[in-house]
């Protein structure tokens, strides 16, 4: 699943009239550069979330053929339903088995290499060194595992990228993602890999700049 459904604030006035996913690094959108990664790592059947301006990413990649996928969109209407939320509404769609979700706004080079979750996991992040905009991480974690959050070890940012059990997701219509993943972590529920290699959070047209140097480099 990609989640491509936010309004994009901090990118005004870029998304006043594009949604935040067809902004273009390096003269494709970035909601592609995903599409692509999972196909290279075999990934054939997508859902994509859309609510702002969805109707430019729905004509954009179609049924998901040319790009030799299939796509189900998951339609939220005129309000986006936060993380948690967009999730809840596409399970019918992502079906019963673990499935990779992708924040449509970030840019990374990980290989989505075939990986499974071990039976008592409920997720497993991929984290990455703290960016200058997020100093303090988001997720305490060694050993192969996300640690409870009062957890003295280090803390990494959450890259936007996991693999889930749909076992993880309950919540009203409207909710976050982050307190789920902070309570299966607790229980001993969520392990986690880190990446050193290229990510960055487009969460504003700095970074989508910045983004671009990076990927010319």
Request: proline share 7%; charged share 20%; hydrophobic share 45%.
């Amino acid at each position: 699943m990609i989640l491509a459904a936010g309004r994009g604030e901090r990118m005004r006035p870029l998304t006043d009239n594009c949604p935040k996913p067809l902004l273009e690094l390096q003269g494709k959108p970035l909601i592609q550069w995903h599409v692509e990664r999972l196909h290279a790592a075999g990934v054939r059947d997508l859902v994509i979330n859309t609510a702002w301006l969805g109707q430019q990413v729905r004509d954009y990649l179609g049924d998901g053929s040319r790009f030799d996928v299939t796509i189900a969109f998951s339609d939220e209407g005129d309000r986006a339903l936060e993380t948690g939320g967009g999730i809840n509404k596409a399970l019918p769609l992502l079906g019963t088995e673990p499935f990779w979700l992708v924040n449509g706004d970030v840019y990374c080079d990980f290989d989505f290499a075939p990986l499974s979750l071990a039976d008592d996991q409920l997720a497993h992040l991929l984290l990455v060194p703290n960016p200058e905009h997020n100093p303090d991480g988001d997720f305490p974690f060694a050993a192969g595992r996300v640690l409870p959050d009062d957890s003295d070890a280090a803390r990494y940012t959450f890259a936007g990228i996991s693999l889930l059990r749909p076992e993880l997701i309950a919540g009203d219509d409207v909710f976050p993602l982050a307190p789920l993943l902070r309570s299966a972590a607790a229980a001993g529920k969520v392990s986690a890999q880190l990446h050193d290699g290229l990510w960055v959070d487009i969460g504003t047209p700095e970074r989508l700049k910045q983004a671009a140097t990076l990927i010319a480099n």
